[in-house]
């Protein structure tokens, strides 16, 4: 999603690693293992493409309906 956002605003991994203060190669990095950003970095990056992280409350249930188990975490 990130990495989509940037091509569709046309702008090159340089640019927006520049903004974020990082290398372009390690910002490739981030685009193809985002489960590597920080929150912090996160919303920064979500920031510079003009995104917004919302949290909501919902509640997560199994296929049964049974709310998951505190091992489930």
């Known amino acids: 999603m990130l990495a989509s956002r ?3 605003l046309k ?3 340089r640019a927006v690693a520049a ?4 290398s372009q190669n390690r910002l490739s990095e981030l ?3 985002p489960d ?3 929150l912090d970095r996160l919303l920064t ?3 510079v493409l003009g995104l917004e992280l919302t949290i909501h409350d919902q509640a997560i249930r199994d296929p049964a ?9």
């Open 6 to 8: 940037r091509r569709a």
């Open 11 to 13: 702008l090159s991994q």
């Open 31 to 33: 685009e193809e293992n």
């Open 36 to 38: 590597r950003l920080t």
């Open 45 to 47: 990056l979500a920031n």
């Open 19 to 22: 903004k974020l203060g990082i």
């Open 65 to 73: 309906g049974s709310p998951p188990s505190a091992g489930e975490w």
